[in-house]
């Protein structure tokens, strides 16, 4: 490549001895390499462009999975809330449960000292 833009830079200052075919040929290799070099430019610009079109995919898709995420999360939240209300009355329901039961086992136990008690009291028995 550099020979032939020697040669063309000698011919252009005005040596001689350059043939008008040698000057074709070698703007036929000048034309023809910047074909070449504007072929790859473009090859490597569409690879480029398919890239990014596959970054920009890629992106969009992961904005709507982070959306989906937040929104799941939003979910979650609630329904986390919502157990944590359920679990919190259960809760309660078996305190009162438990504090009703042990009314009644402290009745209950009542009721048998005074039956012991009348029971000591009986001569004979």
Excluded: H
């Amino acid at each position: 490549m550099k020979r032939w833009i020697g040669a063309a830079l000698a011919l252009a200052a005005g040596c001689g001895g350059v043939s008008k075919q040698e000057l074709d040929a070698v703007k036929a290799e000048l034309i023809a390499n910047d074909a070449r070099t504007a072929a790859a430019l473009k090859s490597e610009l569409t690879g480029i462009d398919q890239k990014y079109v596959t970054v920009q995919q890629i992106e969009n898709r992961v904005g709507k999975q982070l959306e989906e995420l937040a929104k799941l999360t939003k979910e979650l939240q609630e329904l986390k809330k919502e157990l944590v209300d359920r679990v919190n009355v259960a809760n309660a329901n078996v305190l009162k449960s438990l504090e009703f039961e042990e009314r009644l086992m402290a009745d209950r136990l009542a009721q048998l000292r005074l039956m012991i008690e009348e029971l000591k009291k009986k001569p004979g028995q």
